[in-house]
């Protein structure tokens, strides 16, 4: 009886607002009572995204969402671990920007349902703006994606809410940081050169999601075909390919094992980054995701294919709307 009661005790300083003591809360079930009770310099808002984005025949449209949910929740506790206070959990935000067919400016294939990088961007600015007017100043958004435009899209937001508000609110997901660990092997030299790039799709996503939902990964990534870049150029070449099934790299060579390596990689970098900024540390400095192939052809290319892409649906839905104002 005294274990059962130990374990209430726990699980309620998790989820009742209150004073004094660590706690995670999860917004989306908190009243107006329990919001006013918050203490808001003492609360990090973290923030989960997660596209809706093609990942081939093997995994799940909402792969990156997975993924991000489970670096949120180990950052929340590793705040809450080493620095207490309160971590407030927003819900995740499904939405993104970038698809991998912009490598070869093809139509998004069935499971990805994206917005345009100027929605992206607004819709982050508003949540930002009604987190600040609340008095909440420091947000940590996880939304790992790697097209440049949705990067951008949330770096700016970012950078809109740290200027009205002197606040912090930092993509983690976006900044390029090296801190605890070496990102594990997970190929030999054969295996490498069947991979190629690891972009969209292949071992590496594949192995993650073997991981974290499993049962969501089609047994037949066994027998996945190969589509394996040596270069960035290749990108552009296998994209356009007729009958292209929207992954690069080598599927069949991903393991549960490699994937907990590597989801256990990118927390630790997340975890050290959040509780080093709420330190003091300036990660204005790095280097991010937008950036990412600036002076390549390949990612030139898919700039500007997203670009004219969101252009095409913004004058399609402008026509629209001019013609039923009318």
């Not at 991979?195 to 590496?204: K, R, S, T």
């Not at 929207?246 to 970098?269: C, E, I």
Request: glycine share 8%; aromatic share 8%.
């Amino acid at each position: 009886m005294m274990k059962h009661g130990i374990l209430v005790t726990l699980l309620v300083s998790c989820v009742v607002p209150a004073t004094g003591f660590a706690q995670i809360l999860r917004l989306a079930e908190l009243s107006v009572r329990d919001f006013e009770e918050l203490d808001r310099e003492k609360t990090v808002v973290i923030m989960p995204g997660g596209i809706l984005e093609e990942h081939g025949p093997y995994l799940p449209s909402f792969n990156d969402g997975y993924l991000n949910a489970w670096l949120a929740d180990r950052t929340a506790e590793a705040v809450i671990a080493n620095r207490g206070g309160t971590v407030l959990m927003f819900p995740t935000v499904p939405l993104g920007a970038g698809v991998p067919g912009d490598f070869g400016g093809l139509s998004p294939l069935p499971g990805s349902y994206t917005v345009r990088p100027e929605t992206l961007r607004a819709v982050y600015m508003d949540l930002a703006s009604a987190l600040g007017d609340d008095g909440f100043r420091i947000i940590f958004v996880i939304s790992r994606h790697g097209a440049p435009h949705h990067n951008s899209a949330l770096l700016e937001s970012a950078e809109y809410f740290n200027d009205r508000y002197d606040g912090k609110m930092v993509i983690l997901s976006s900044l390029i940081y090296e801190g605890a660990g070496e990102k594990p092997e997970q190929f030999d030299a054969k295996e490498r050169a069947e991979h190629g790039l690891e972009i969209h799709a292949g071992a590496g996503e594949t192995s993650q999601t073997l991981f974290l939902q499993p049962q969501l990964v089609a047994d037949d990534y066994l027998s996945a075909k190969p589509f394996a870049a040596a270069k960035t150029t290749d990108l552009t070449e296998i994209a356009e390919t007729p009958g292209w099934p929207g992954y690069f790299g080598s599927p069949r060579l991903a393991s549960r094992t490699d994937g907990a390596a590597l989801v256990k990689y990118k927390s630790d970098q997340i975890i050290e980054l959040a509780l080093r900024i709420l330190d003091g540390f300036d990660w204005t400095s790095l280097p991010t995701r937008a950036d990412r192939g600036l002076d390549d052809a390949a990612f030139k290319k898919l700039r500007e294919n997203t670009e004219a892409r969101a252009e095409r649906e913004r004058l399609s839905q402008e026509e629209w709307i001019n013609t039923r104002d009318r």
